[in-house]
Protein backbone atom coordinates (compact mmCIF):
# COMPACT_ATOMS: atom_id res chain seq x y z
CA UNK A 1 0.00 0.00 0.00
CA UNK A 2 1.47 3.47 -0.83
CA UNK A 3 0.21 5.21 2.10
CA UNK A 4 -2.13 4.66 5.10
CA UNK A 5 -4.62 7.88 5.22
CA UNK A 6 -6.42 9.54 7.63
CA UNK A 7 -9.44 11.71 7.29
CA UNK A 8 -9.51 15.22 8.63
CA UNK A 9 -11.05 14.15 11.54
CA UNK A 10 -8.14 11.76 12.29
CA UNK A 11 -10.43 8.73 11.18
CA UNK A 12 -9.00 5.96 9.89
CA UNK A 13 -9.91 6.87 5.83
CA UNK A 14 -11.90 4.14 3.91
CA UNK A 15 -9.39 4.96 0.94
CA UNK A 16 -9.45 1.58 -0.83
CA UNK A 17 -12.97 0.53 -0.91
CA UNK A 18 -14.69 0.87 -4.38
CA UNK A 19 -17.82 2.47 -3.68
CA UNK A 20 -18.57 2.05 -7.59
CA UNK A 21 -18.41 -1.29 -7.39
CA UNK A 22 -21.29 -1.73 -4.39
CA UNK A 23 -23.74 -0.62 -7.70
CA UNK A 24 -25.67 -3.45 -9.46
CA UNK A 25 -23.52 -5.44 -11.55
CA UNK A 26 -24.95 -4.30 -14.61
CA UNK A 27 -22.48 -0.97 -14.26
CA UNK A 28 -19.59 -2.67 -14.94
CA UNK A 29 -17.50 -5.60 -15.62
CA UNK A 30 -14.47 -6.98 -13.38
CA UNK A 31 -11.49 -7.36 -15.34
CA UNK A 32 -8.18 -9.32 -15.39
CA UNK A 33 -4.98 -7.28 -14.64
CA UNK A 34 -2.99 -6.24 -17.74
CA UNK A 35 0.52 -7.47 -18.23
CA UNK A 36 2.96 -4.61 -20.55
CA UNK A 37 6.21 -6.13 -22.04
CA UNK A 38 7.85 -3.27 -20.33
CA UNK A 39 5.82 -1.04 -17.91
CA UNK A 40 8.07 2.69 -17.45
CA UNK A 41 7.04 5.65 -15.87
CA UNK A 42 7.52 8.07 -18.76
CA UNK A 43 6.15 11.27 -16.73
CA UNK A 44 5.01 11.80 -12.86
CA UNK A 45 3.30 14.06 -11.40
CA UNK A 46 4.86 14.29 -8.19
CA UNK A 47 3.19 17.39 -6.85
CA UNK A 48 -0.41 15.86 -7.70
CA UNK A 49 0.73 12.31 -6.28
CA UNK A 50 1.67 14.26 -2.89
CA UNK A 51 -1.95 15.92 -3.02
CA UNK A 52 -3.59 12.63 -3.63
CA UNK A 53 -2.10 11.14 -0.66
CA UNK A 54 0.22 8.79 -2.69
CA UNK A 55 4.23 8.60 -2.79
CA UNK A 56 5.92 9.73 -5.07
CA UNK A 57 8.95 7.24 -3.96
CA UNK A 58 6.74 4.54 -3.92
CA UNK A 59 4.52 5.07 -6.96
CA UNK A 60 8.58 4.55 -9.07
CA UNK A 61 9.10 1.41 -7.43
CA UNK A 62 7.85 -1.87 -8.99
CA UNK A 63 4.61 -2.32 -6.94
CA UNK A 64 3.95 1.34 -7.59
CA UNK A 65 4.20 0.16 -11.35
CA UNK A 66 2.05 -2.73 -10.80
CA UNK A 67 -0.91 -0.35 -9.57
CA UNK A 68 0.29 2.52 -12.93
CA UNK A 69 0.51 -0.44 -15.54
CA UNK A 70 -2.99 -2.03 -14.30
CA UNK A 71 -1.19 -5.10 -12.59
CA UNK A 72 -2.36 -4.26 -9.27
CA UNK A 73 -5.17 -2.65 -8.01
CA UNK A 74 -5.59 0.42 -4.54
CA UNK A 75 -8.04 -2.38 -2.80
CA UNK A 76 -6.84 -5.79 -4.36
CA UNK A 77 -9.81 -6.35 -5.76
CA UNK A 78 -9.77 -7.11 -9.88
CA UNK A 79 -9.83 -3.63 -11.93
CA UNK A 80 -13.09 -2.72 -13.45
CA UNK A 81 -14.64 -1.42 -16.61
CA UNK A 82 -17.73 0.67 -16.42
CA UNK A 83 -20.80 0.91 -18.33
CA UNK A 84 -22.27 3.72 -20.29
CA UNK A 85 -24.09 4.76 -23.37
CA UNK A 86 -24.19 8.18 -25.25
CA UNK A 87 -24.99 10.31 -27.98
CA UNK A 88 -22.20 10.16 -29.89
CA UNK A 89 -22.50 13.80 -32.53
CA UNK A 90 -26.06 13.39 -31.88
CA UNK A 91 -26.10 9.83 -32.74
CA UNK A 92 -27.19 7.14 -29.82
CA UNK A 93 -25.19 4.72 -28.88
CA UNK A 94 -27.03 2.31 -26.04
CA UNK A 95 -23.65 0.59 -24.98
CA UNK A 96 -20.05 2.67 -25.31
CA UNK A 97 -18.47 1.34 -21.86
CA UNK A 98 -14.45 1.71 -20.48
CA UNK A 99 -13.27 0.09 -24.06
CA UNK A 100 -9.76 0.85 -23.22
CA UNK A 101 -9.52 2.26 -19.73
CA UNK A 102 -9.98 0.86 -16.14
CA UNK A 103 -10.72 1.78 -13.17
CA UNK A 104 -8.15 0.84 -10.01
CA UNK A 105 -9.26 2.23 -7.32
CA UNK A 106 -11.08 4.85 -5.14
CA UNK A 107 -8.44 7.20 -2.86
CA UNK A 108 -9.02 10.09 -0.58
CA UNK A 109 -6.79 13.16 -1.05
CA UNK A 110 -5.30 15.32 0.94
CA UNK A 111 -8.11 17.56 1.53
CA UNK A 112 -10.73 14.64 2.24
CA UNK A 113 -12.05 14.34 -0.98
CA UNK A 114 -12.72 10.89 -3.01
CA UNK A 115 -11.14 10.46 -6.51
CA UNK A 116 -11.33 7.93 -8.94
CA UNK A 117 -7.90 6.16 -10.29
CA UNK A 118 -8.10 5.76 -13.92
CA UNK A 119 -6.02 4.13 -16.52
CA UNK A 120 -6.61 4.83 -20.15
CA UNK A 121 -4.89 2.49 -22.65
CA UNK A 122 -4.83 -0.58 -19.99
CA UNK A 123 -5.90 -3.07 -22.58
CA UNK A 124 -9.12 -4.58 -24.03
CA UNK A 125 -12.37 -4.82 -22.26
CA UNK A 126 -15.96 -6.54 -23.18
CA UNK A 127 -16.83 -2.62 -24.82
CA UNK A 128 -13.84 -2.63 -26.79
CA UNK A 129 -15.60 -3.93 -29.87
CA UNK A 130 -13.04 -5.09 -31.99
CA UNK A 131 -10.79 -2.43 -30.97
CA UNK A 132 -7.26 -2.36 -29.60
CA UNK A 133 -7.76 -1.30 -26.30
CA UNK A 134 -4.77 0.82 -26.35
CA UNK A 135 -3.41 4.53 -25.85
CA UNK A 136 -0.90 6.28 -28.21
CA UNK A 137 2.14 8.06 -26.39
CA UNK A 138 1.27 11.00 -28.28
CA UNK A 139 -2.72 10.78 -27.40
CA UNK A 140 -1.39 10.29 -23.53
CA UNK A 141 0.72 13.82 -23.53
CA UNK A 142 -1.86 15.63 -25.58
CA UNK A 143 -4.15 14.63 -22.30
CA UNK A 144 -1.60 15.15 -19.88
CA UNK A 145 -0.74 18.66 -20.86
CA UNK A 146 -3.87 20.02 -21.66
CA UNK A 147 -5.67 18.50 -18.68
CA UNK A 148 -3.09 19.77 -16.47
CA UNK A 149 -2.94 23.53 -18.13
CA UNK A 150 -7.01 23.61 -17.31
CA UNK A 151 -6.25 22.58 -13.50
CA UNK A 152 -3.74 25.48 -13.80
CA UNK A 153 -6.24 27.53 -15.46
CA UNK A 154 -9.02 27.14 -12.61
CA UNK A 155 -11.22 25.19 -14.54
CA UNK A 156 -13.00 21.68 -13.27
CA UNK A 157 -11.08 19.23 -14.75
CA UNK A 158 -9.73 15.27 -14.43
CA UNK A 159 -6.26 15.52 -13.49
CA UNK A 160 -3.13 13.28 -15.16
CA UNK A 161 -1.18 11.56 -12.59
CA UNK A 162 1.17 9.82 -14.92
CA UNK A 163 1.92 8.49 -18.14
CA UNK A 164 3.54 5.17 -18.64
CA UNK A 165 5.22 3.84 -21.95
CA UNK A 166 4.01 0.00 -22.20
CA UNK A 167 7.15 -1.11 -24.15
CA UNK A 168 4.34 -2.10 -26.95
CA UNK A 169 4.19 -0.76 -30.14
CA UNK A 170 0.35 0.06 -31.59
CA UNK A 171 -0.45 0.47 -35.16
CA UNK A 172 -2.07 3.91 -35.95
CA UNK A 173 -1.56 5.13 -39.36
CA UNK A 174 1.70 4.25 -38.33
CA UNK A 175 3.45 2.15 -36.02
CA UNK A 176 3.97 4.16 -32.21
CA UNK A 177 4.86 3.74 -28.70
CA UNK A 178 1.91 2.55 -26.71
CA UNK A 179 1.30 4.35 -23.01
CA UNK A 180 -1.17 4.22 -20.41
CA UNK A 181 -2.51 7.59 -18.41
CA UNK A 182 -3.29 7.17 -15.06
CA UNK A 183 -5.49 10.32 -14.06
CA UNK A 184 -7.80 11.15 -11.61
CA UNK A 185 -11.79 12.13 -11.80
CA UNK A 186 -14.30 13.07 -8.50
CA UNK A 187 -15.74 10.19 -10.39
CA UNK A 188 -16.23 9.03 -13.67
CA UNK A 189 -19.87 8.92 -13.77
CA UNK A 190 -20.94 10.43 -17.33
CA UNK A 191 -24.44 11.22 -18.56
CA UNK A 192 -24.06 8.38 -20.80
CA UNK A 193 -23.73 6.43 -17.45
CA UNK A 194 -27.65 7.52 -16.69
CA UNK A 195 -28.53 6.97 -19.88
CA UNK A 196 -27.27 3.55 -19.59
CA UNK A 197 -29.00 3.32 -16.68
CA UNK A 198 -32.31 4.49 -18.49
CA UNK A 199 -32.31 1.94 -20.63
CA UNK A 200 -33.24 -0.67 -18.99
CA UNK A 201 -36.32 0.76 -17.80
CA UNK A 202 -35.87 -0.37 -14.51
CA UNK A 203 -36.01 1.83 -11.47
CA UNK A 204 -33.52 0.67 -9.19
CA UNK A 205 -30.64 0.88 -10.78
CA UNK A 206 -31.02 4.31 -11.51
CA UNK A 207 -31.63 5.44 -8.42
CA UNK A 208 -28.98 3.48 -7.24
CA UNK A 209 -26.55 5.54 -9.83
CA UNK A 210 -28.30 8.95 -8.81
CA UNK A 211 -27.31 7.83 -5.00
CA UNK A 212 -24.17 7.21 -5.83
CA UNK A 213 -23.70 10.81 -7.55
CA UNK A 214 -25.21 12.65 -4.58
CA UNK A 215 -23.28 10.95 -2.16
CA UNK A 216 -19.98 11.01 -4.18
CA UNK A 217 -20.25 14.93 -5.65
CA UNK A 218 -23.26 16.65 -4.26
CA UNK A 219 -23.58 15.63 -0.62
CA UNK A 220 -25.09 19.32 0.59
CA UNK A 221 -28.15 17.08 -0.78
CA UNK A 222 -29.87 16.73 2.12
CA UNK A 223 -33.65 16.76 0.50
CA UNK A 224 -35.77 13.19 0.14
CA UNK A 225 -38.08 11.73 -2.61
CA UNK A 226 -38.11 13.35 -5.79
CA UNK A 227 -37.21 16.90 -4.23
CA UNK A 228 -33.14 14.50 -3.78
CA UNK A 229 -33.50 13.82 -7.53
CA UNK A 230 -34.98 17.54 -8.93
CA UNK A 231 -31.95 19.08 -6.30
CA UNK A 232 -29.43 16.31 -8.22
CA UNK A 233 -30.08 17.68 -11.70
CA UNK A 234 -30.07 21.26 -10.85
CA UNK A 235 -26.84 20.73 -9.65
CA UNK A 236 -25.88 18.74 -12.73
CA UNK A 237 -27.17 21.98 -14.18
CA UNK A 238 -25.75 24.49 -12.31
CA UNK A 239 -22.00 22.66 -12.13
CA UNK A 240 -22.07 22.12 -16.13
CA UNK A 241 -23.35 25.86 -16.57
CA UNK A 242 -20.77 27.16 -15.05
CA UNK A 243 -18.06 24.83 -16.99
CA UNK A 244 -19.26 25.43 -20.37
CA UNK A 245 -18.90 29.18 -19.01
CA UNK A 246 -15.47 28.83 -17.94
CA UNK A 247 -14.16 26.90 -21.44
CA UNK A 248 -15.53 29.60 -23.86
CA UNK A 249 -14.29 32.15 -21.60
CA UNK A 250 -11.24 30.87 -22.35
CA UNK A 251 -11.54 30.53 -25.94
CA UNK A 252 -11.68 26.55 -25.59
CA UNK A 253 -12.91 23.78 -27.54
CA UNK A 254 -13.30 20.84 -26.22
CA UNK A 255 -14.38 18.98 -29.63
CA UNK A 256 -16.05 15.94 -28.26
CA UNK A 257 -18.97 16.88 -26.31
CA UNK A 258 -20.78 13.69 -26.70
CA UNK A 259 -22.79 12.98 -23.63
CA UNK A 260 -20.44 10.00 -22.40
CA UNK A 261 -17.94 12.54 -22.34
CA UNK A 262 -19.67 14.70 -20.54
CA UNK A 263 -18.93 14.25 -16.59
CA UNK A 264 -21.73 14.41 -13.67
CA UNK A 265 -19.29 16.28 -11.19
CA UNK A 266 -18.99 19.01 -14.01
CA UNK A 267 -15.64 18.61 -14.75
CA UNK A 268 -13.84 18.46 -18.06
CA UNK A 269 -12.86 15.38 -19.10
CA UNK A 270 -11.59 12.84 -22.65
CA UNK A 271 -9.65 15.36 -23.37
CA UNK A 272 -9.04 14.25 -27.49
CA UNK A 273 -9.32 16.81 -30.36
CA UNK A 274 -8.83 19.74 -27.66
CA UNK A 275 -7.37 22.77 -28.42
CA UNK A 276 -7.58 26.73 -27.53
CA UNK A 277 -7.88 29.27 -29.96
CA UNK A 278 -5.23 31.34 -31.54
CA UNK A 279 -7.37 33.91 -34.00
CA UNK A 280 -10.96 34.17 -32.40
CA UNK A 281 -13.70 33.32 -34.91
CA UNK A 282 -16.92 32.37 -33.39
CA UNK A 283 -17.72 29.35 -35.06
CA UNK A 284 -14.00 28.18 -34.77
CA UNK A 285 -13.96 24.21 -35.00
CA UNK A 286 -10.15 22.33 -35.23
CA UNK A 287 -11.59 18.15 -34.73
CA UNK A 288 -10.99 16.92 -37.95
CA UNK A 289 -14.06 14.82 -37.48
CA UNK A 290 -16.64 17.31 -36.22
CA UNK A 291 -17.23 18.03 -39.97
CA UNK A 292 -20.35 20.10 -39.33
CA UNK A 293 -18.99 21.91 -36.62
CA UNK A 294 -21.19 20.42 -33.94
CA UNK A 295 -18.93 20.94 -31.22
CA UNK A 296 -17.90 24.50 -32.73
CA UNK A 297 -17.10 27.10 -29.82
CA UNK A 298 -20.13 29.13 -30.18
CA UNK A 299 -22.46 26.28 -30.17
CA UNK A 300 -20.99 24.92 -26.81
CA UNK A 301 -23.54 26.56 -24.32
CA UNK A 302 -26.25 24.94 -26.67
CA UNK A 303 -25.09 21.73 -26.61
CA UNK A 304 -24.74 21.99 -22.71
CA UNK A 305 -28.25 22.18 -22.32
CA UNK A 306 -28.95 19.75 -25.22
CA UNK A 307 -27.10 16.81 -23.00
CA UNK A 308 -28.63 18.46 -19.71
CA UNK A 309 -31.73 17.50 -21.88
CA UNK A 310 -30.18 13.92 -22.08
CA UNK A 311 -29.40 13.92 -18.45
CA UNK A 312 -32.77 15.24 -17.09
CA UNK A 313 -34.71 12.18 -19.78
CA UNK A 314 -32.92 9.70 -18.22
CA UNK A 315 -34.03 10.98 -14.54
CA UNK A 316 -37.57 11.69 -15.67
CA UNK A 317 -39.06 8.53 -13.43
CA UNK A 318 -37.31 9.90 -10.02
CA UNK A 319 -38.53 13.84 -10.76
CA UNK A 320 -42.11 13.61 -9.92
CA UNK A 321 -45.11 11.24 -9.26
CA UNK A 322 -46.83 12.44 -12.21
CA UNK A 323 -45.74 13.60 -16.03
CA UNK A 324 -46.37 16.44 -15.42
CA UNK A 325 -44.42 16.90 -12.18
CA UNK A 326 -41.33 15.48 -14.17
CA UNK A 327 -41.36 17.43 -17.00
CA UNK A 328 -42.17 20.56 -15.26
CA UNK A 329 -38.69 19.61 -12.93
CA UNK A 330 -36.78 18.75 -16.02
CA UNK A 331 -37.43 22.18 -17.89
CA UNK A 332 -36.73 24.00 -14.16
CA UNK A 333 -33.33 22.44 -14.45
CA UNK A 334 -32.30 23.30 -17.92
CA UNK A 335 -33.59 26.99 -17.14
CA UNK A 336 -31.17 26.64 -14.45
CA UNK A 337 -28.53 25.19 -16.51
CA UNK A 338 -29.16 28.33 -19.15
CA UNK A 339 -29.03 30.88 -16.22
CA UNK A 340 -26.21 29.75 -14.59
CA UNK A 341 -24.38 29.80 -17.85
CA UNK A 342 -25.31 33.49 -18.67
CA UNK A 343 -24.81 34.82 -15.39
CA UNK A 344 -21.21 32.64 -15.14
CA UNK A 345 -20.04 33.89 -18.80
CA UNK A 346 -21.45 37.40 -18.33
CA UNK A 347 -19.55 38.04 -14.98
CA UNK A 348 -16.33 36.43 -16.67
CA UNK A 349 -16.28 38.28 -19.63
CA UNK A 350 -17.20 41.77 -17.40
CA UNK A 351 -13.87 40.58 -15.14
CA UNK A 352 -11.85 39.77 -18.80
CA UNK A 353 -13.11 43.58 -20.13
CA UNK A 354 -12.31 44.89 -16.90
CA UNK A 355 -15.49 46.53 -16.99
CA UNK A 356 -18.62 46.68 -14.29
CA UNK A 357 -20.21 43.14 -13.89
CA UNK A 358 -23.62 44.87 -13.18
CA UNK A 359 -23.24 47.26 -16.26
CA UNK A 360 -26.79 47.59 -18.55
CA UNK A 361 -24.89 46.89 -21.62
CA UNK A 362 -22.54 44.51 -20.85
CA UNK A 363 -24.16 41.72 -22.84
CA UNK A 364 -23.98 43.98 -26.40
CA UNK A 365 -20.59 44.94 -25.43
CA UNK A 366 -19.44 41.58 -25.44
CA UNK A 367 -20.87 40.94 -28.39
CA UNK A 368 -19.14 44.19 -29.92
CA UNK A 369 -16.11 42.67 -28.79
CA UNK A 370 -16.37 38.92 -29.59
CA UNK A 371 -17.54 40.69 -33.70
CA UNK A 372 -14.42 42.97 -34.00
CA UNK A 373 -11.87 40.50 -32.65
CA UNK A 374 -13.15 38.26 -35.56
CA UNK A 375 -13.56 41.31 -38.03
CA UNK A 376 -10.22 42.14 -36.90
CA UNK A 377 -8.49 38.43 -36.61
CA UNK A 378 -7.22 39.08 -33.32
CA UNK A 379 -5.50 36.58 -30.91
CA UNK A 380 -7.71 35.57 -27.86
CA UNK A 381 -5.38 35.18 -25.56
CA UNK A 382 -2.72 37.82 -26.73
CA UNK A 383 -6.13 40.27 -26.77
CA UNK A 384 -7.55 39.82 -23.09
CA UNK A 385 -3.51 39.87 -21.93
CA UNK A 386 -3.12 43.38 -23.81
CA UNK A 387 -6.39 44.20 -22.02
CA UNK A 388 -5.06 43.77 -18.89
CA UNK A 389 -1.67 45.47 -19.60
CA UNK A 390 -3.55 48.28 -20.42
CA UNK A 391 -5.08 48.76 -17.91
CA UNK A 392 -2.26 48.29 -15.54
CA UNK A 393 -0.38 50.61 -17.29
CA UNK A 394 -2.53 53.01 -17.93
CA UNK A 395 -2.31 52.76 -21.59
CA UNK A 396 -3.93 52.24 -24.80
CA UNK A 397 -0.94 51.93 -27.15
CA UNK A 398 -0.78 48.13 -26.11
CA UNK A 399 -4.39 47.71 -27.35
CA UNK A 400 -3.61 49.55 -30.38
CA UNK A 401 -0.84 47.06 -31.26
CA UNK A 402 -3.25 43.92 -31.40
CA UNK A 403 -5.88 45.95 -33.89
CA UNK A 404 -4.29 45.89 -37.37
CA UNK A 405 -6.45 48.57 -38.53
CA UNK A 406 -5.80 51.79 -36.75
CA UNK A 407 -9.67 53.02 -36.99
CA UNK A 408 -11.05 49.68 -35.72
CA UNK A 409 -9.09 50.13 -32.76
CA UNK A 410 -10.30 53.64 -32.57
CA UNK A 411 -13.95 52.18 -32.42
CA UNK A 412 -13.66 49.45 -30.07
CA UNK A 413 -11.53 52.14 -27.86
CA UNK A 414 -13.95 54.37 -27.97
CA UNK A 415 -16.71 51.77 -26.28
CA UNK A 416 -14.30 50.17 -24.28
CA UNK A 417 -13.91 53.47 -22.39
CA UNK A 418 -17.23 54.73 -22.27
CA UNK A 419 -18.25 51.01 -20.48
CA UNK A 420 -15.56 52.00 -17.94
CA UNK A 421 -16.46 55.59 -17.21
CA UNK A 422 -19.03 55.13 -14.35
CA UNK A 423 -17.29 52.29 -12.93
CA UNK A 424 -17.58 52.50 -9.21
CA UNK A 425 -14.86 50.16 -8.68
CA UNK A 426 -10.93 51.38 -8.29
CA UNK A 427 -8.06 50.17 -11.11
CA UNK A 428 -6.41 48.14 -8.82
CA UNK A 429 -9.54 45.54 -8.07
CA UNK A 430 -10.22 46.26 -11.57
CA UNK A 431 -6.81 44.86 -12.90
CA UNK A 432 -6.84 41.99 -9.96
CA UNK A 433 -10.34 40.79 -11.65
CA UNK A 434 -8.41 41.02 -15.30
CA UNK A 435 -5.09 38.95 -13.73
CA UNK A 436 -7.01 36.34 -12.41
CA UNK A 437 -9.43 35.69 -15.52
CA UNK A 438 -6.85 36.20 -18.22
CA UNK A 439 -4.46 33.96 -18.76
CA UNK A 440 -1.01 35.03 -20.07
CA UNK A 441 0.00 31.92 -21.06
CA UNK A 442 -2.44 28.80 -22.59
CA UNK A 443 -1.12 25.61 -24.13
CA UNK A 444 -1.02 26.75 -27.77
CA UNK A 445 -2.19 24.25 -30.42
CA UNK A 446 1.59 24.91 -32.26
CA UNK A 447 3.18 24.08 -28.47
CA UNK A 448 1.24 20.87 -27.87
CA UNK A 449 1.95 19.46 -31.28
CA UNK A 450 5.58 19.99 -31.00
CA UNK A 451 5.55 18.63 -27.15
CA UNK A 452 3.30 15.56 -28.71
CA UNK A 453 6.06 14.78 -31.82
CA UNK A 454 9.41 15.51 -29.44
CA UNK A 455 7.55 13.18 -27.04
CA UNK A 456 6.57 10.66 -29.38
CA UNK A 457 10.45 10.84 -30.77
CA UNK A 458 12.08 10.32 -27.34
CA UNK A 459 11.87 13.96 -26.28
CA UNK A 460 9.83 14.40 -23.16
CA UNK A 461 11.47 17.74 -22.24
CA UNK A 462 9.74 19.86 -24.92
CA UNK A 463 6.21 18.83 -22.84
CA UNK A 464 8.28 19.38 -19.15
CA UNK A 465 9.08 22.73 -20.65
CA UNK A 466 5.23 23.68 -21.73
CA UNK A 467 4.19 22.31 -18.52
CA UNK A 468 6.34 24.68 -16.35
CA UNK A 469 5.46 27.43 -18.87
CA UNK A 470 1.60 26.86 -18.35
CA UNK A 471 1.76 26.15 -14.50
CA UNK A 472 1.25 29.70 -13.38
CA UNK A 473 -0.91 30.69 -16.45
CA UNK A 474 -2.23 33.76 -15.04
CA UNK A 475 1.07 35.33 -13.63
CA UNK A 476 3.07 37.49 -15.91
CA UNK A 477 6.48 35.47 -16.17
CA UNK A 478 9.28 37.47 -18.93
CA UNK A 479 11.07 33.98 -18.58
CA UNK A 480 8.23 32.21 -20.55
CA UNK A 481 7.89 35.06 -23.12
CA UNK A 482 8.17 32.67 -26.21
CA UNK A 483 4.88 30.77 -24.60
CA UNK A 484 3.09 33.85 -25.35
CA UNK A 485 3.84 34.13 -28.89
CA UNK A 486 0.76 33.13 -31.21
CA UNK A 487 2.15 30.73 -33.67
CA UNK A 488 4.08 32.36 -37.16
CA UNK A 489 1.78 31.43 -40.06
CA UNK A 490 3.72 28.00 -40.53
CA UNK A 491 2.78 27.10 -37.47
CA UNK A 492 -0.61 27.73 -37.12
CA UNK A 493 -2.53 24.28 -36.99
CA UNK A 494 -5.75 24.26 -38.11
CA UNK A 495 -7.58 20.94 -37.21
CA UNK A 496 -6.84 18.25 -34.91
CA UNK A 497 -7.21 14.64 -34.53
CA UNK A 498 -8.17 12.38 -31.93
CA UNK A 499 -4.90 10.58 -33.08
CA UNK A 500 -6.03 7.71 -29.72
P1 LIG B 1 -13.75 8.56 -26.75
O1 LIG B 1 -13.85 9.06 -28.16
O2 LIG B 1 -12.33 8.45 -26.26
O3 LIG B 1 -14.64 9.29 -25.81
O4 LIG B 1 -14.26 7.06 -26.79
C1 LIG B 1 -15.56 6.68 -27.19
C2 LIG B 1 -15.71 5.20 -26.99
O5 LIG B 1 -14.79 4.47 -27.83
C3 LIG B 1 -15.44 4.71 -25.58
O6 LIG B 1 -16.35 3.67 -25.33
C4 LIG B 1 -14.01 4.22 -25.66
O7 LIG B 1 -13.74 3.26 -24.66
C5 LIG B 1 -13.98 3.61 -27.05
N1 LIG B 1 -12.61 3.59 -27.62
C6 LIG B 1 -11.90 4.63 -28.13
N2 LIG B 1 -10.68 4.22 -28.56
C7 LIG B 1 -10.61 2.89 -28.32
C8 LIG B 1 -9.61 1.88 -28.52
N3 LIG B 1 -8.42 2.15 -29.07
N4 LIG B 1 -9.90 0.62 -28.13
C9 LIG B 1 -11.09 0.31 -27.57
N5 LIG B 1 -12.06 1.21 -27.35
C10 LIG B 1 -11.84 2.48 -27.71
MG1 LIG C 1 -14.94 9.25 -23.90
Redesign the pocket.
Known amino acids: MPRTETDPNGQESKAHILDYAQLPPSFFVRLAPTRFPEPTIYVLNDCFANILGLDPDWLCTSEGLRLLSGAATLDDTPPIAMA ?1 A ?1 H ?1 FGHYAPL ?6 MLVGEGVDRSGRRYDLHLK ?1 SG ?2 P ?3 G ?5 TLGAAIREYVMSEAMAALNVPTTRSLAILTTGETILRDKAVPGAVLARTARSHVRIGTFQYAATSGELDPLKALADFSIDRLYPEIESDGVQRYQDFLSAVAKAQGRLIAKWMSLGFIHG ?1 M ?1 T ?2 ASIAGETI ?1 Y ?1 PCAFMDVFHPAKVFSSIDRRGRYAWNRQAEIGQWNMGQLAQSLLPLLGDSEEAQIEAAQAALSRYVSTFQLAFHSQMANKLGVDPQHKDLSSFIAETFAAMAKGGIDFTSFFTALTRSVANRSDAIILEVFQSPSMAETWLEMWHQMRSNDPRDDQYRVEAMRRTNPVRIPRNHQVERAVQDGENGKPQTMIALLAAVKNSYAEDPAFAAYEQPPKPHEIITQTF ?1 G ?1
Open positions: YGQLGDGRAGTTFSRADGRLVNDNDGCT
